[in-house]
């Protein structure tokens, strides 16, 4: 058990389809941010008195996570110093540093060494939710490639990403514009979906057109808290949020 910023948290147990991984997508520059990350690397940004990654690993933590995998390039050196081997938190943290951008597929693929397991969560850096990452369970390899988490479409993403079925499959698109939904930045995915790909800069977008196309993405819906930390007007959305909860 470890006690962190007043929070208790325990390592998560081994147990059958829980998830013990994750990756941190870390790696953006942040331009629409500017010009706050200027001189520092988006996930650095404090809400409080934790970064936005802070806040994201002790959401992993919660959710019994005990291994994170984070990808970083534009000033990564400074996040590795804040966060350094995740031993304060009670959780093991390693890094995939990137000489050039891979993107997120590629950030994935050069990291699947450190992730160790078939499966594992995958979630944006700048996301800001109440998500419960312990509902989240490992993938088969087989009937399912990823699991989306989806929220409800926000003013700048009107018209969503993807179509979540009444089986829970999830589909590139539908025939009624406004069933499509917002994807959270928020994933399970199987190491199969990166097969025999090499390390370079890619989407995962393609690939996981591919396998809805194979009917091997299931989804969720997610209607608490979430908000894309975009830009600097979001980051105080968000900041005024947390004082809220404080009051």
Request: hydrophobic residues 40%; glycine residues 10%; contains cysteine.
């Amino acid at each position: 058990m470890v006690n962190y910023g007043g929070i208790a948290f325990g390592q998560g147990q081994i147990t059958d389809g829980t998830l013990m991984r994750a990756m941190i997508l870390a790696a953006g520059m942040g331009k629409r941010m500017q010009p706050l990350t200027a001189d520092i690397p988006k996930p650095l940004l404090k809400v409080g008195d934790k970064s936005l990654i802070e806040h994201q690993i002790l959401r992993l933590i919660e959710g019994g996570i005990t291994g994170v995998v984070i990808n970083h390039f534009y000033l990564g050196a400074m996040i590795e110093d804040a966060l350094g081997s995740g031993s304060r938190f009670g959780i093991d943290i390693s890094y995939s540093r990137e000489p050039i951008q891979l993107e997120t597929a590629g950030g994935i693929i050069k990291s699947l060494s450190k992730l160790k397991d078939d499966s594992f969560i995958v979630v944006n850096a700048d996301i800001w939710t109440n998500f419960d990452f312990s509902t989240l369970k490992a993938l088969d390899g087989k009937n399912e490639l990823a699991h989306l988490v989806l929220v409800e479409n926000r003013d700048h993403n009107p018209e969503g990403d993807f179509y979540l079925d009444e089986s829970g499959r999830v589909h590139e698109n539908s025939d009624l514009a406004d069933s499509c939904r917002t994807f959270s930045g928020i994933s399970v995915m199987h190491k199969k979906l990166f097969e025999g790909l090499p390390i370079k800069p890619l989407s995962t977008v393609p690939l996981l057109r591919k396998a809805m196309g194979q009917n091997k993405v299931s989804g969720e819906l997610y209607t608490g808290l979430w908000v894309d930390v975009g830009t600097p007007e979001r980051l105080q959305h968000v900041k005024s949020l947390q004082m809220e909860d404080q009051s």
